[in-house]
């Protein structure tokens, strides 16, 4: 048990406070993303007293099995939302075998309620601003974000605000207008409507823009992914994990998980290296890191990535630290290379992963072949989300085998040749 | 244990023979589909011996864990496939209060690994025709199947033939085009594909056809879908269970799936009503519960619900004694109601069904408004697809709800009009 006079007012379970994570400043638990000393991000600082393997596998199906590791409250199960998570930990041996290591597992993201790790970081960000005392959610998003608000706040009755580029594709904005939240598109590019989204959150103090005003809460969804990975593993961390890097956010809570579990003798503290995986048309990181530089200079994004597209990456130097620390690396494909990784994922594996998938198995691909991915190592790729949101990669090169008249000869020609 | 003499020559765990549903003729496990007697369906005849909760609650997440009610082999965790279930059984309380009903639940069969419930009466398939001693699985089909049989095919490093008609969507077409097998496109409707599918069955011995020379098996994977919700139920059976009705086995597998659980002691016996959900462009079934009638004329299918448009519907004769037999109904909706039951899915629970998911939550809402439904039982309505594949039917329904300059007095405008 905590001491009383180390427990929050706002019961987010284990959280105890906001930390700087430039100056180390700390604030109590609050609605708050910068630090009011240095403008740093904030991140959640937690007292997680003991958790054992017991408390966590008698635990729910979903990312609440870890809520002693998150900063939700305890019943945070008792209020309605969409508890995604613990998704399969697929182990690839045909995948492995293309690709030349000797031990592989894709961690298959597309299976959350809305078919991406969004689902995640939305959970969590939603049961933190229920006790935050937000009531409307919202986000700017371009795709995988805007469905996964949009659900969430569906599922827990609440109201959304999502707001969308006018120009986004007619399939995307499908999927999140079927929730029937407030669905804003907005004339001019994700840049204009990301800061509409930070001008909106300061006008209005019930709104939680996940992404914005509950970030610090938000990103450390990020986490879960880090531990089922361990647990899927039985228990132990692997030698070499493959994350795509869009904010970078995703990578850094990998990474944080891993250390948690460590510290808290939930794995053995086993050596890992962390790998970003980025698209050449974006790639602001993995520049930086080719380059040896601490800082990442902001591009202006061109790939058929797009939940990658992100031009400033605001964790980009902290995923430079990370990878550098463990002895990974930051690599980036070409458009060319994203469709090819999809395919090959596809093919050996049955998983029909989107373009950010894409990024990550053709980076593996050429970090093996470059020799910077141990191919002998236990090895982990993050596939974060679902080839069904972005056909629009895959259409003009993939397509039926052959089109024939409707009897047996036909058929047997059409495979025979 | 089982007697030697019993034992059948091939290991598909508790499948001991094959049954002609109509006249009880038993054949040895087998690639057959008919009975030599009589012609009618052959289905699957188990020697279950004793299975306990704990030895399915001790099995992994997925389908597998029912291995011992099904036919697939005893090891067949150690050969890949895409071990789909263990989906979500979601408490629908927003949904309840719009329907008008006490306690309802949803079981969500958008997580499995291609998105339907396809994934787990092909993956029963595929285990089972590995044992039968095939080397090609194919399929004829629309969407669901396709993609199913591409995934799992791929996953295991079979050859894939999958059949579909020229004239299908380029959306549907890419979903299986991916997985990168032999995706045929004939130039015919589905009827002419079907019964190219029967032709080229006979004529090739290793091609694992799942849904014509495999069906036997194939179709007990449906049984999953009824041993989870007891299952998540926490044991125990439903009262109703709302159920969309294309060839109609799904409806009566999970009525044997219940009727195995109260045999063996895994439930306690307590009655159940079965409901089967058609549209109202496809509703041959509905027509002969409503007619009172035995026989199923068929049907030219016109309705927005294509993966449950099957005008002869093989078991519809079997769904009409189910749903007589529990003292439930078969019902039908319109493509209007069935786009708004999608919607109102999405709305209260923020899950996004394909048309068939619209199809069971119309449906359910017209059995409560006629009477059918008692809104005082426990009720399950079964999610069997994804609404990713069937954008199509909502698009002219559904988009932003404004347009607007980026700038936050006119986003207040345009929540507030």
Request: charged share 20%; with cysteine.
């Amino acid at each position: 048990m905590t001491a009383v006079d180390t427990t929050p007012a706002l019961d987010l379970g284990p959280a105890r406070a906001l930390s700087c994570r430039e100056c180390g400043h700390q604030i109590p638990l609050a609605p708050e993303f910068a630090c009011a000393e240095c403008f740093g991000p904030l991140e959640v600082a937690y007292d997680f007293g003991s958790v054992t393997r017991a408390d966590i596998e008698s635990g729910p199906k979903s990312i609440w099995r870890y809520r002693r590791l998150l900063p939700v409250p305890p019943d945070v199960e008792s209020h309605p939302n969409t508890d995604p998570g613990f998704t399969r930990l697929v182990k690839a041996d045909r995948l492995a075998a293309a690709l030349g290591v000797k031990s592989l597992w894709v961690k298959d993201d597309t299976g959350n309620p809305t078919h991406s790790f969004k689902d995640r970081v939305v959970a969590v960000a939603l049961a933190a601003a229920r006790k935050l005392g937000f009531k409307v959610l919202a986000c700017p998003s371009t795709g995988n974000l805007a469905n996964a608000v949009a659900a969430a706040a569906a599922r827990a009755g609440w109201d959304s605000v999502v707001l969308i580029p006018s120009s986004l594709e007619r399939a995307k904005i499908l999927t999140s207008a079927v929730y029937d939240g407030s669905l804003i598109a907005v004339d001019g590019n994700y840049d204009d409507v990301n800061r509409l989204a930070t001008e909106l959150a300061a006008e209005n103090e019930d709104w939680a823009f996940v992404n914005v005003n509950v970030r610090p809460y938000y990103a450390e969804g990020s986490k879960t992914l880090g531990y089922e990975v361990a647990e899927q593993l039985g228990w132990r961390l692997p030698g070499q994990v493959v994350i795509p890097v869009a904010s970078g956010s995703q990578l850094t809570k990998v990474d944080k998980a891993f250390r948690e579990l460590a510290i808290l003798g939930l794995v053995e503290d086993t050596p890992y290296r962390v790998f970003g995986a980025q698209a050449t048309g974006c790639s602001p990181v993995s520049a930086a890191y080719k380059a040896d530089q601490d800082v990442v200079v902001p591009v202006k994004p061109n790939t058929i990535a797009r939940s990658l597209a992100i031009g400033a990456p605001a964790d980009g130097p902290y995923v430079l630290d990370t990878v550098r620390r463990t002895g990974g690396a930051v690599e980036d494909v070409t458009d060319e290379e994203v469709v090819e990784g999809i395919r090959l994922l596809a093919r050996t594996e049955g998983i029909f992963a989107e373009t950010a998938g894409g990024v990550t198995v053709a980076t593996a691909k050429k970090l093996i072949e470059t020799g910077q991915l141990d191919p002998d190592a236990d090895t982990v790729l993050l596939i974060t989300g679902d080839g069904l949101k972005t056909l629009d990669a895959v259409e003009n090169h993939i397509g039926p085998k052959a089109v024939v008249p409707p009897n047996t000869a036909a058929v047997r020609a059409a495979l025979d040749s």
